[in-house]
């Protein structure tokens, strides 16, 4: 699976941006998906994660009611939909995916569970 993040930007604190994420190669429903995030000088972190078939999601806490995660097998995509930003949110976006056809929680958190990943995009909060 090839993926390619897009979407980032600079926005002010309190706006909204969009990410998507588009899947090439196998099939993308077999897949769940999730995002990551990287700061500068800080370890890549958990944002989301989306099952296989969008009916169970998973957030990190920092971005719970704020960001929402959802995807289209039909389009072989995936959005990660950010509103309130904060200038905390500054960081490279990544998605990435693991083959996996079961509901989503804690357990898929972990960057070790997946397979693939995309080049990353950045998202700018200022200050």
């Known amino acids: 699976v090839q993926l390619q993040a897009s979407g980032g930007g600079s926005v002010q604190a309190g706006g909204s941006l969009r990410l998507s994420c588009a899947a090439s190669g196998r099939a993308f429903s077999n897949y769940a998906m999730g995002w990551f995030r990287q700061a500068p000088g800080k370890e890549r972190e958990f944002v989301a994660v989306?099952?296989?078939?969008?009916?169970?999601?998973y957030y990190a806490d920092s971005v719970k009611g704020r960001f929402t995660i959802s995807r289209d097998n039909a389009k072989n995509t995936q959005y990660l939909q950010m509103n309130s930003l904060k200038p905390e949110d500054t960081a490279v976006y990544y998605c990435?995916?693991?083959?996996?056809?079961?509901?989503?929680?804690?357990?898929?958190?972990?960057?070790?569970?997946?397979?693939?990943w995309g080049q990353g995009t950045l998202v700018t909060v200022p200050a």
């Open positions: 989306i099952s296989w078939s969008g009916r169970t999601t």
């Open positions: 990435a995916a693991d083959q996996s056809t079961t509901a989503v929680g804690s357990n898929y958190a972990q960057r070790g569970r997946y397979d693939y």
